[in-house]
Nanobody, 119 residues
Framework: QVQLVESGGGLVQAGGSLRLSCAAS????????MGWFRQAPGKEREFVADISASGDITSYANSVKGRFAVSRDNAKNTVYLQMNSLKFEDTAVYYC????????????WGQGTQVTVSS
């Protein structure tokens, strides 16, 4: 069983920055791609970013491209989401998830961390 635990959320003013962390249990973290998602109140969960197992390939939603950066430290079993130039519309619960070995979908999810951006 894999556990993913997010941290680093909080309240920040528009234009500010936060860095989220997602710590994973288990010995196979470095074999899996990881993703970040978010869900705002009354909205569906949406993709934010993902990163390959080795960390050399990343992709982003258009809404965060140029402002957010995903990275990972496989020695620490941790994936990060650096969020800069935050906007009110970035307010959401942020989740990390592990990509299935097949590359199709996600098999484990964290409990989420709240990010609130004040305008």
């Amino acid at each position: 069983q894999v556990q993913l635990v997010e941290s680093g959320g909080g309240l920040v003013q528009a234009g500010g920055s936060l860095r989220l962390s997602c710590a994973a249990s288990g010995r196979t973290f470095s074999s899996y791609a990881m993703g970040w998602f978010r869900q705002a109140p009354g909205k569906e969960r949406e993709f934010v970013a993902d990163i390959s197992a080795s960390g050399d390939i990343t992709s982003y939603a258009n809404s965060v491209k140029g402002r957010f950066a995903v990275s990972r430290d496989n020695a620490k079993n941790t994936v990060y989401l650096q969020m800069n130039s935050l906007k009110f519309e970035d307010t959401a619960v942020y989740y990390c998830a592990r990509v299935r070995q097949s590359g199709l979908g996600y098999d484990y999810w964290g409990q989420g961390t709240q990010v609130t951006v004040s305008s």
